[in-house]
């Protein structure tokens, strides 16, 4: 009998996006999965549009407010582990799919024993043999991460399954049992970062996180959130956060001083980015206040 996956799909005033995506599923060769669509409080008509069009094909969850990323996909997760999925797969709304990406997916997945997380090879939308991401790099005493081969080619540079540090969000494959142990996404986080912080906890109880090539899916990018104040808060805010929760504090005192320099040095040859300060200067003070703040349990 073949693993059932549920698929969370998080819809936030992105009707045109997820309807591609949803199509995009239908030509899929894995049969055992069912799609759940979670919409995070969109300001229009989105969830009667969705209902309209695709009917009982989906399950559709309307959250009345927006939850962040991480707290939509809660909703979405705890809905398929009650419906006995073997795995969920969170998947953007912005995201086409191969048609045997779930097939490979869970194929590799299955091979990988004592693994927790698993993503595809996602290329750009609007450049078809381009690399958006195979998974990514944590580097923790400068407070990044990078996802690798972003902006490659593909030549078939990343043509075998890899470790990773963290399986990346956009589409990301997870075992029920890791999701039993692990947690959910940790919702203080909001958006950005949540997929980072879960891997993390997942490799410290043991588990794996790993690429998988033969899985193909195509990212529009950032359809949901441009760069503007808030997304520089949120992004600066949570690396930061992902090492006061995650690593020491040494990592923290390093990460915000080369942030600091290297900010400086950006400034200076680009001064059209003074528009990142504020976002950036509020996540520092967020910081900085957080003796004052209780942390929110996972």
């Not at 939509?72 to 045997?100: E, K, M």
């Not at 992004?235 to 995650?246: D, P, S, T």
């Not at 059209?272 to 520092?284: H, K």
């Amino acid at each position: 009998m073949l693993p059932k996956v549920g698929i969370v799909i998080l819809n936030w005033n992105g009707y045109v996006d997820t309807v591609e995506c949803l199509e995009s599923l239908r030509a899929i060769t894995y049969p055992s999965y069912e799609i759940i669509v979670i919409d995070n409080g969109s300001s229009g008509n989105d969830v009667q549009l969705l209902e309209e069009k695709f009917g009982g094909s989906i399950q559709l969850l309307a959250n009345p407010e927006n939850l962040g990323f991480a707290g939509g996909c809660n909703v979405g997760i705890h809905q398929a582990l009650n419906a006995g999925s073997d795995y969920v797969l969170l998947l953007n709304n912005d995201i086409v799919v191969d048609s045997a990406f779930l097939e490979e997916m869970v194929r590799g997945a299955e091979s990988l024993a004592g693994s927790a997380a698993f993503c595809p090879k996602i290329y750009f939308y609007g450049q078809p043999n381009v690399i958006c991401s195979t998974g990514g790099r944590v580097f923790p005493w400068t407070g990044r991460a990078r996802q690798i081969g972003r902006g490659e080619e593909d030549r078939g540079q990343y043509d075998e399954p890899e470790e990773r540090d963290y399986a990346d969000g956009a589409c990301m494959l997870i075992r029920r049992d890791a999701l039993e142990k692990v947690g959910l996404l940790d919702e203080e986080y909001f958006a950005y970062w949540e997929e980072t912080d879960w891997c993390e906890r997942a490799r410290s109880m043991g588990f794996e996180c790993y690429y998988l090539p033969a899985a193909r899916v195509w990212h529009k990018t950032a359809r949901s959130q441009k760069p503007d104040s808030r997304y520089y808060y949120l992004f600066r805010r949570n690396a930061l956060l992902f090492l006061a929760k995650r690593k020491t504090k040494a990592h923290l005192v390093t990460a915000v001083a080369y942030t600091s320099v290297l900010g400086a040095a950006h400034l200076l040859r680009h001064p059209s980015a003074v528009r990142r300060l504020p976002g950036e200067a509020r996540a520092f003070f967020w910081h900085l206040s957080g003796r004052f703040r209780k942390r929110k349990a996972v």
